[in-house]
């Protein structure tokens, strides 16, 4: 029987001695298994939840204070100089939303200019509304104006007066042209006449 030499066994032991070095390695590099997540990952906070509030688009906006230069299309109705002749202690300024039911919110509501000069000392206005209401508008506005007193100094085809919450309104016709001008300074058709003559003129009426 053949004995092994001294040096075969070390070779041996040394092989296996690498084997099981190599396998305590991977072993290390093995990764542990992690934690399961117990359930999916909660959801940000959106702006759109419940509590989030967002713009009304048909909401009103404040009404815009009676400050401001007039819309340039009035410089066709009175000149600079046709308000300084009537009196040159009034300016222009922005018009405001006229008193509904008012002969000067009906001329705005059918697409009429709508002016306003204002006292310099006392704010007491000059309110002026030029429209071309069309036909049949017209008849109805002047059936409707024909209920105060005739005035027919003040030109155009027909012109009435009447005292309305205690300003002068004077409304005139001429052509397919509506003209209303009314102030707390008008007494009377003749206070307003000042004002109506240079209008008609301006607009060849």
Do not use: K
């Amino acid at each position: 029987m053949r004995l092994r030499s001294p040096r075969v066994e070390v070779r041996i032991t040394a092989a296996a001695a690498m084997l099981a070095g190599g396998a305590l390695l991977l072993s290390a590099c093995t990764p542990e298994p992690g934690p399961t997540p117990s359930g999916g990952a909660s959801p940000s906070p959106s702006s759109s939840g419940p509590g989030a509030e967002s713009p009304d688009p048909t909401a009103t906006l404040p009404e815009q204070p009676d400050l401001g230069e007039a819309a340039p299309e009035c410089t066709d109705v009175l000149s600079a100089d046709d308000v300084y002749a009537y009196n040159p202690n009034y300016s222009a300024v922005a018009a405001p939303t006229p008193a509904a039911g008012s002969a000067l919110a009906e001329a705005a509501d059918l697409g009429g200019r709508l002016c306003r000069w204002s006292n310099d000392t006392n704010s007491a206005p000059v309110d002026i509304a030029v429209t071309i209401p069309g036909s049949e508008n017209l008849d109805r506005v002047e059936e409707d104006a024909s209920s105060s007193t005739p005035a027919p100094g003040l030109g155009g085809d027909a012109a009435f007066f009447d005292v309305v919450d205690g300003a002068g309104v004077a409304q005139v016709f001429a052509g397919d042209h509506w003209i209303v001008v009314s102030s707390p300074f008008f007494g009377e058709a003749t206070d307003a006449g000042e004002i109506v003559a240079p209008i008609l003129a301006n607009l060849d009426l």
